[in-house]
């Protein structure tokens, strides 16, 4: 790792200054030499990774995000149980005036914040501990990056997904005991929303994290569907869940057979399964069979439905907790790029403005560029291979800009959708929605994204799109955005393009 050395850093950054200038930029500079600069007004997040802030340098680093960005907050993992820390070189931004070390084979921790044994006393889940062999051990990252985001006139969030799968379940104690049953009764490697330990783990984890750091914010999020989702769409090959003890508890009490949703699910399942699997179509169509289903078992939408309320009490007790100890923090949950923009059964279940009274902010997935091969290969395929077999990919994409509302004569046709990303209209039709959806009684953050890989191909972004894009989600109506997906990916034109809109804005 390079030193972070101050005469270093000041080469690198008169660098910067020296390439095609955003306006301002060298009057900021000279300013920041005397006082620290004022903050932009509106919000502009950025996500990092915890690791990349140690390696570059945390003073370096959040001087490249400020004078090119224009960044006024900061959303750092503090746990990285969802995050992937092993990318290939390849995805890695290598403009930053650091070179990016290899991560495929460091060992770094999950969990970047000191743990205080005292606030998990409810549970009986403990995350990872992390000792003397884990790299940046006796680093605590928040505590030191307290006072030089300050300093720069940065807020600073902490930021969590979930995590789940079986390296998740070895790394936190206790983790298999609270983990979603499917429709045979067999364990899962997700965590069941229901199970009282997982909700108490949840909300001593916050608590820690705000009785222990200075902390102006929190973002979580859980990239997981819903179980109809999760059939008709499928992202695994996993039965529906969950069907454990507490989730038939909370069906019985809410008036729903839990056997009668478990036997629709068994035959919702096994029926898109067989579609999967080339058996013989039903002579009515695929997706009146479907229908069928829906018809004789209602239970399968009610069961779903809780599901998905399940999810927001836990985001609930998590907004209680951090307002009970700091009623100034911020607290926003991230929706992920399926939610976002192309799960209508997510998007039926609940408006923004629903989730209002426990979201400060709603951070939604508008990430232009990646979501072309996401529509591509992620919902037009899986669904031909499921209910909507009956109409050409063509037809599908067609309904799919129909039914979200975004411009087919501006976005790309079937065989561009691998080639291009979608359109900055993309980021204002959707921010738009969003806006609508939150009838003003919470903020809405687009994320904005770019570098964002393709599996193991680096996605070049425009940075002239990319401008457009931060433009279009705050005529909009933005209330400010997220600078989206991680750092460590962003190139530096990029990042520009960001911080020259945001001039322009200001
Ligand atoms: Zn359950």
Not at 220 to 237: C, F, H, S, T, Y
Not at 361 to 366: E, G, N, R, T
Not at 424 to 431: A, N
Request: with cysteine; charged share 25%.
């Amino acid at each position: 790792m390079e030193p972070d050395n101050t005469a270093g850093r000041r080469d690198f950054l008169a660098g910067l200054l020296a390439l095609p200038a955003l306006p301002g930029a060298s009057q900021e500079a000279t300013a920041q030499q005397t006082a620290a600069p004022p903050a932009l007004p509106r919000f502009n997040a950025i996500q990092m990774g915890p690791h990349t802030m140690l390696d570059e340098g945390i003073d370096r680093c959040l001087d490249l995000i400020q004078e090119t960005a224009g960044i006024n907050a900061l959303m750092v993992y503090s746990h990285t149980y969802h995050g992937d820390l092993r990318k290939p070189p390849q995805l890695l931004a290598t403009d930053h005036g650091v070179p990016p070390r290899d991560m495929r084979n460091r060992k770094l921790p999950s969990v970047w914040v000191r743990q205080h044994e005292q606030y998990f006393q409810n549970t009986p889940l403990r995350h990872q501990r992390v000792d003397r062999s884990f790299e940046y051990a006796d680093r605590d990252l928040f505590a030191e990056l307290a006072e030089p985001a300050r300093k720069r006139g940065m807020k600073l969030y902490a930021r969590i997904l979930e995590g789940s799968g079986r390296e998740v379940a070895q790394i936190v104690q206790g983790f298999s005991q609270i983990v979603t049953r499917d429709i045979d009764g067999r364990p899962t490697t997700v965590a069941c929303w229901n199970h009282p330990d997982y909700r108490a783990w949840w909300s001593a984890t916050v608590e820690d994290l705000f009785r222990s750091y200075d902390l102006d914010g929190f973002q979580w999020g859980a990239e997981r569907m819903g179980p109809l989702m999760n059939v008709i769409l499928p992202w695994n090959d996993g039965a529906p869940t969950c069907f454990c003890e507490h989730c038939v508890a909370r069906g019985r009490a809410k008036g729903i057979d839990p056997e009668r949703a478990r036997k629709g699910f068994e035959e919702l399942y096994v029926y898109v399964r067989g579609l999967m699997a080339g058996k013989p179509k039903p002579a009515d169509g695929v997706f009146t069979g479907f229908l069928r289903v829906l018809l004789r078992y209602p239970e399968i939408l009610s069961w779903e439905y809780q599901y998905r309320l399940s999810r927001e009490e836990v985001m609930q007790a998590m907004y209680r907790t951090v307002k009970g100890i700091k009623p100034a923090a911020q607290v926003g949950w991230h929706v992920d790029h399926q939610p976002s923009s192309w799960d209508l059964v997510y998007r039926a279940e609940m408006t923004y403005a629903e989730m209002a009274p426990y979201s400060d902010f709603i951070k939604f997935i508008a990430y232009h560029d990646i979501l072309g091969p996401r529509i591509r290969y992620w919902y037009l395929a899986r669904f031909q291979r499921t209910i909507l077999s009956e109409i050409s990919l063509e037809q599908s994409l067609d309904l799919y800009y129909d039914l979200f509302g975004y411009d087919k004569k501006v976005e790309p046709k079937l065989d561009q959708l691998d080639k291009t990303g979608f359109s900055p209209d993309y980021v204002y039709r959707e921010t738009r929605r969003s806006v609508a959806s939150a009838e003003g009684k919470t903020k809405i953050y687009p994320g904005i994204g770019f570098d964002v890989p393709w599996g193991s191909n680096h996605v070049a972004a425009d940075p002239e799109k990319v401008y457009e894009c931060v433009l279009n989600a705050f005529k909009a109506g933005a209330s400010g955005i997220v600078v989206s997906r991680e750092y460590e990916e962003m190139r530096v034109p990029n990042l520009r393009a960001v911080g020259r809109a945001m001039r322009e804005l200001a």
